[in-house]
């Protein structure tokens, strides 16, 4: 069974603050894709990032990165010195290669203070 | 570049009553899926359709039925609405496969159909 577990319902953090957002996953595939998408009050969904699971590469994309370890079954997202525009429902998510379903976890809403 | 685009946005409906959600997509891809969004359960995927003509079931199909038109549409209809279908509901396409074996494409989704159920 694949599933995607994202313990932290909630985090409120003030502006410039880092923070880090956990995503632990289970597959028993060998090759499969994380992901992360960003839902803003608006309600839309945005891509943020794409990983495959032969690349644990950590990735970096202005105060956005992200850290994968296979060892730990773990997606990491960080958000370095953080902003209000920030704040959404970020969700973590996991397929399998040989599967069309997309499995989300069950998002974790981060608040940012001014 | 218009992506996914779904039809309504907001609905309001009555217990029994049916109701079809439209869902195109201006990308080319084989997949199309349809979720469900409900407080504190993320993204549950009803039914998706990996190419023209075949669908299968998601997580939690039951009171719903799907329609691949052809590649660009993808419908939802609920036959006989209940109070525990109100929801936000998502449309998305994607290549799953692409080309090559780490192309897996994320899926694009539509801005949601808000429907409530009374």
């Known amino acids: 069974a694949q599933k995607v577990t994202q313990a932290q319902t909630e985090i409120s953090v003030v502006e410039k603050e880092d923070v880090t957002l956990d995503c632990v996953y289970e597959t028993r595939d060998t090759t499969y894709y994380l992901f992360w998408y960003k839902q803003p009050p608006s309600g839309e969904l945005v891509f943020l990032i794409r990983?495959?699971?032969?690349?644990?590469q950590n990735e970096i994309s202005g105060r956005y990165s992200w850290n994968f370890q296979k060892s730990t079954s773990s997606f990491n997202f960080t958000i370095t010195a953080s902003q209000v525009v920030d704040s959404a429902v970020y969700f973590c998510a996991l397929i399998s290669y040989n599967t069309d379903k997309l499995i989300f976890g069950t998002g974790t809403r981060l608040q940012v203070f001014p | 570049n218009a992506g996914v685009t779904q039809t309504p946005k907001f609905q309001v409906l009555k217990t029994g009553q049916s109701m079809t959600l439209q869902c195109a997509q201006d990308?080319?891809?084989?997949?199309m899926y349809w979720y469900r969004q409900d407080p504190g359960m993320g993204l549950r995927l009803i039914y998706y359709?990996?190419?023209?003509?075949?669908?299968d079931k998601g997580e939690v199909p039951n009171g719903y039925n799907v329609s691949r038109l052809n590649k660009r549409e993808f419908s939802l209809r609920l036959e006989s609405a209940a109070p525990s279908q109100t929801s936000v509901y998502f449309c998305a396409s994607s290549d799953p496969r692409g080309q090559g074996l780490y192309s897996n494409q994320p899926q694009h989704f539509g801005d949601g159909t808000r429907l409530s159920i009374l």
């Open positions: 990983r495959n699971s032969f690349d644990e």
């Open positions: 359709s990996a190419s023209e003509g075949t669908t």
């Open positions: 990308m080319n891809h084989n997949s």
